[in-house]
């Protein structure tokens, strides 16, 4: 029986292609998973920078001192967390201004009215 014989270029390109073509959908497949893992990770900073937000803003809002203190303070540290995204900033600024506003110049106005 004889043998059949592959063209060289044939052989080169099966023997090249074939590790090349793996290696190409392996770097396709790492780089899907690293942009999702990133906006995986955006998210949950969001949500969390939204909890403790919500957290803040509801002790600031309390009569009692200690916990209206502990909320104001804990919107400040926020403001200056990396957890927050620039598109949350203003948010946050305008519930730390509006807070600290209605409770260090509201309690002001209303026992003036009084």
């Not at 063209?7 to 793996?22: D, E, K, R």
């Not at 990133?38 to 937000?53: H, V």
């Not at 809002?61 to 927050?84: I, K, Y």
Request: charged letters at 20%.
């Amino acid at each position: 029986m004889a043998a059949t014989s592959v063209p060289l270029w044939v052989a080169v390109t099966i023997a090249v292609g074939s590790p090349l073509l793996a290696f190409l959908g392996l770097l396709l497949g790492q780089l899907v998973t690293r942009r999702t893992a990133r906006e995986l990770d955006t998210r949950w900073q969001r949500e969390e920078t939204m909890r403790l937000l919500r957290w803040a803003a509801d002790h600031a809002a309390r009569t009692d001192a200690q916990l209206a203190r502990l909320g104001v303070a804990a919107l400040e540290a926020l403001s200056e967390s990396p957890l927050v995204q620039a598109a949350d900033q203003s948010l946050l600024k305008s519930v730390l201004r509006i807070v600290v506003d209605e409770k260090y110049h509201g309690s002001a106005r209303n026992g003036g009215a009084a």
